[in-house]
């Protein structure tokens, strides 16, 4: 069954510098989410992608996040420079769009500690 | 106000037992769709179940049932025959409007634990 993956599962940075987490969505699949979740919290909504763009953004995705579709199958979310409050679980997500298309599709989560 | 409010931090049920998670939901839009996700452990988010707010039936996949209430504005979902590996976080999320592409709004979760 087609998946969503994630890399890295686990990223250490110092404050202040940038990462990028990548992703990629399931082949067929149009729309693209990133979701992040602080330790012990619930999941919340960061951006929404679609047709090499941004559809959607919540108050936490200010000017240090940016995403990108940089290819045909890669999906990423980059903070430019990382503070301590951004260690969290990022999740990317995907949606098949079209008839009977409901549930988004996770991806197993990237984990970033900042220190 | 919450969008989703999951009123129970943490559930506890013996192996073979059904339990229902609690899930109540805020919206003033008639089109909108609810999803409960598990999270385990190792913490991927696994899909379970889906209800349309205009499905006249209440949603089944194998042992998950979800208990829609619309008019009070609630979304259990029902675990029969708990088994060890249902042991994980629980989450009802929601997606308002009529698109299927609109964003997740997430419940607090509720842990569940499943003794033998």
């Known amino acids: 069954e087609p998946e969503v993956t994630q890399t890295p599962s686990h990223q250490v940075t110092q404050m202040g510098q940038e990462v990028i987490l990548r992703c990629v969505p399931i082949s067929n699949h149009l729309y693209f989410y990133w979701y992040r979740q602080i330790l012990g919290q619930k999941v919340e909504f960061l951006v929404s992608?679609?047709?090499?763009?941004?559809?959607?953004k919540s108050e936490i995705f200010d000017d240090q996040f940016s995403v990108e579709r940089p290819d045909g199958s890669n999906f990423t979310l980059k903070i430019r420079s990382t503070k301590l409050e951004d260690s969290a679980m990022y999740f990317c997500?995907?949606?098949?769009?079209?008839?009977?298309?409901?549930?988004?599709?996770f991806g197993p989560g990237t984990r970033l500690t900042v220190t | 106000a919450q969008k989703i409010t999951q009123t129970q931090p943490g559930m506890f049920v013996q192996e073979k037992e059904a339990v229902t998670l609690d899930c109540t939901y805020d919206?003033?839009?008639?089109?909108?769709?609810l999803f409960w996700y598990k999270q385990p452990s190792s913490g991927e988010m696994i899909f379970l179940i889906y209800?349309?707010?205009?499905?006249?039936q209440n949603a089944t996949e194998g042992r998950y049932s979800l208990n829609f209430q619309k008019a009070r504005k609630s979304a259990n979902l029902v675990i029969s025959a708990s088994q060890l590996g249902d042991s994980a976080m629980y989450f009802c999320?929601?997606?308002?409007?009529?698109?299927?592409?609109?964003?997740?709004?997430f419940g607090q979760g509720t842990i569940l634990t499943v003794h033998p």
């Open positions: 919206t003033s839009d008639q089109s909108y769709g």
């Open positions: 999320a929601m997606r308002e409007g009529g698109t299927s592409y609109g964003k997740l709004t």
């Open positions: 992608f679609y047709n090499n763009e941004i559809s959607e």
């Open positions: 997500a995907s949606l098949r769009l079209g008839t009977g298309a409901r549930e988004q599709y």
């Open positions: 209800q349309g707010s205009y499905d006249e």
